[in-house]
């Protein structure tokens, strides 16, 4: 009896950490942002999305994969709540519990970027507040945004000095020996400060994100869906 109460003890804390390394989001929809549904991604899910996003080697693959985990966070947020009702547009869905306008996924897509941003899962970005558009004919459309930053310098190895270098320094001063100190390994360009709308809306419930430049995004740019 003893061993089966500390076994159950265990099991609590154990249930108890889990619940702690959760993540709860809440999720607009319904339109205007007037509902909303909390959803929560496990630890495990949200490690599995980290090394997906460790993987990308430059901002463009990290955007690229940026698209595809909001993709499936979406999915997974529509297994607990009404949003797997949502359709690309305002109109393929109207009336329908658990349809989203812009605002509800601008809201969404911001909170779930900034979770991944808390955990440090973005290398080559920061999240940003909210963009607004507005065309001709005063239709105003909201979208996520993020900003390109400088990457992180990859880890370097101890250079590794050819033995007669040390030699050939202590007997002269020459410049030339130096070129044989290999050199760091060369950090991946990118464009730090460009800034990309990432945009929810578009497409039925749970596909990737469109990502577009912001300038493009503000100037109409994207699927063409009302």
């Keep these: 009896m003893r061993r089966l109460r500390s076994a159950l003890t265990i099991l609590a804390c154990l249930t108890a950490v889990a619940a702690q390394a959760a993540v709860d989001v809440p999720i607009c929809y319904n339109y205007g942002c007037v509902t909303e549904a ?23 693959e990290e955007r690229a994969i940026v698209a595809e985990v ?33 605002i509800d996924h601008a809201n969404s897509t911001t909170r779930l970027l900034g979770v991944l941003e808390a955990r440090g899962a973005l290398r080559f970005h920061k999240l940003m507040p909210q963009a607004r558009r507005t065309t001709v004919v005063l239709f105003q459309h909201f979208g996520a ?21 040390p030699v ?33 809306w ?3 419930h749970g596909r990737p994100a469109v990502i577009l430049p912001l300038a493009e995004w503000l100037d109409g740019e994207g699927p063409n869906v009302q």
């Design 38 to 60: 909390v959803v929560r991604f496990p630890e495990d899910d949200l490690l599995s999305l980290q090394r997906q996003l460790r993987a990308a080697t430059s901002a463009a």
């Design 70 to 102: 909001i993709g499936w966070m979406y999915r997974e947020a529509g297994r607990q709540s009404p949003i797997h009702a949502d359709r690309g547009g305002n109109f393929a869905d109207e009336g329908v519990d658990g349809r989203m306008d812009c």
């Design 145 to 165: 945004v993020l900003e390109e930053i400088a990457p992180p310098p990859p880890p370097v190895s101890p250079a590794v000095v050819p033995d007669h270098v």
């Design 168 to 200: 050939l320094l202590a007997l002269c001063d020459c410049v030339e020996v130096l070129d044989d100190v290999p050199a760091p390994p060369p950090v991946a360009g990118g464009s730090p400060g460009a800034r990309f709308a990432v945009d929810t």
């Design 202 to 204: 578009f497409y039925d």
